[in-house]
């Protein structure tokens, strides 16, 4: 049981919104299609390895496709966004109408760099408020 895996060299993980084009083969020719969804579980180890790619078709009704991780059929994988969950699967999700049945929260990697530095600074600043009142304690009690 995986949260993520490398398909055709793109990194995916549970929880993200990816397109997967694949080829089609109709009467006499080939064709590529895509498929639009949230990657909603991987599974299985090594060559067996499958991913669960649903989404919210015409008329509200929810459309799945498993596909194998080396699939010959797949040509490439696109994500187009990250998503941040808890849960190795989002089988949830197919209880769920309407938007509630897509969301889920996006990564925000910018956002995680910028708020690192502001909280390091400020850990710096009460160690050096309670450097300040422990050496002012000393000299209080030393008198």
């Given amino acids: 049981m995986a949260n993520r895996s490398?398909?055709?060299?793109?990194?995916?993980n549970v929880g993200?919104?990816?397109?997967?084009?694949?080829?089609?083969?109709?009467?006499?020719?080939t064709r590529?299609?895509?498929f639009d969804g949230l990657v909603i579980a991987i599974k299985g180890r090594g060559e067996n390895t499958v991913f669960v790619v649903r989404?919210?078709?015409t008329g509200a009704v929810g459309i799945e496709r498993i596909w194998p991780i080396n699939s010959p059929w797949i040509e490439k994988v696109e994500v187009k966004k990250r998503g941040n969950v808890?849960?190795?699967k989002l089988y949830y999700l197919?209880?769920?109408?309407?938007k509630a049945a897509s969301k889920v929260k996006a990564k925000h990697e910018r956002m995680v760099m910028k708020i690192k530095p502001k909280i390091k600074e400020e850990r710096i600043e009460r160690e050096a408020v309670?450097?300040?009142?422990?050496?002012?304690r000393?000299?209080?009690?030393?008198?």
């Fill in 16 to 29: 993200d919104l990816i397109t997967v084009s694949f080829r089609l083969v109709e009467v006499g020719k």
């Fill in 94 to 98: 197919r209880g769920r109408k309407g």
């Fill in 86 to 88: 808890r849960r190795a």
């Fill in 32 to 34: 590529l299609s895509r």
């Fill in 130 to 136: 309670r450097k300040n009142r422990r050496t002012s």
């Fill in 6 to 12: 490398r398909i055709k060299g793109e990194l995916v």
């Fill in 55 to 57: 989404k919210i078709g």
């Fill in 138 to 143: 000393r000299q209080v009690s030393s008198k």
